[in-house]
């Protein structure tokens, strides 16, 4: 079966420094999304992405956070200067189309040190 | 806006038994509701999903919900656990209109005593 995969399970990174979180979606789903889970706290969205734009974006998506579909394949989430407090479990997902379910990956856990 | 409220953060039930995982929702429009699973140190699993045909729904490993608007709820159910089915349920809700963000509860850990 068919499975969203993320790479690393596990990455630390010291703050400031960018770090680059990297997803294989199901190949022919068209919707991407990242979502987060900071320890102890609920499951919250990031962003929404489509047709190679962004389509939806929480307020915690701010400017240090980027998003990309570099090759057709992976989907990458991008913070380009770490803080502490960006330390959580990274959860990316997918879809085929709008009345699809999301199906997630396993997670990246980001230690910002 | 669309919220999600999971009534227990942790139910313990013996193996055997029934269990129930409480959840009520809020939102504007037609609501898609979901149950998702999260074993430990794994990503998230669906185990159910509504999306406004029938109100019973039933899902993997012997799981179902019942949508109840009249009640705003969408409680998860199972007449007998099992040892794996220990995890942290989530209760999701998205809306179709617009359809794209989820949104998640706080979580229930279901703990089964042998």
């Known amino acids: 079966e068919p499975e969203v995969t993320q790479t690393p399970s596990h990455q630390v990174t010291q703050m400031g420094q960018e770090v680059i979180l990297r997803c294989v979606p199901i190949?022919?789903?068209?919707?991407f999304y990242w979502y987060r889970q900071i320890l102890g706290q609920k499951v919250e969205f990031l962003v929404s992405?489509?047709?190679?734009?962004?389509?939806?974006k929480s307020e915690i998506f701010d400017d240090q956070f980027s998003v990309e579909r570099p090759d057709g394949s992976n989907f990458t989430l991008k913070i380009r200067s770490t803080k502490l407090e960006d330390s959580a479990m990274y959860f990316c997902a997918s879809r085929w189309d709008s009345t699809d379910t999301q199906y997630f990956g396993p997670g990246t856990r980001l230690t910002v040190l | 806006a669309q919220s999600v409220t999971q009534l227990d953060s942790h139910v313990s039930v013996s193996e055997g038994t029934p269990v129930l995982l409480r959840c009520n929702y809020s939102?504007?429009?037609?609501?898609?509701l979901f149950w998702y699973v999260q074993h430990p140190n794994k990503g998230l699993q669906l185990l159910l999903k509504?999306?406004?045909?029938?109100?019973l729904v039933k899902g993997i490993n012997g799981f179902e919900a019942e949508f109840k608007k009249s009640e705003t709820s969408f409680h998860l159910t199972k007449p007998s656990a099992h040892m794996s089915d220990a995890a942290e349920y989530f209760c999701v809700v998205s809306e179709n209109f617009g359809n794209e963000k989820l949104t998640f509860g706080t979580g229930t850990r279901l703990t089964i005593i042998p």
């Open positions: 509504y999306t406004s045909a029938a109100t």
């Open positions: 190949s022919n789903h068209l919707y």
């Open positions: 992405f489509y047709n190679n734009e962004i389509s939806e």
């Open positions: 939102s504007s429009y037609s609501p898609s």
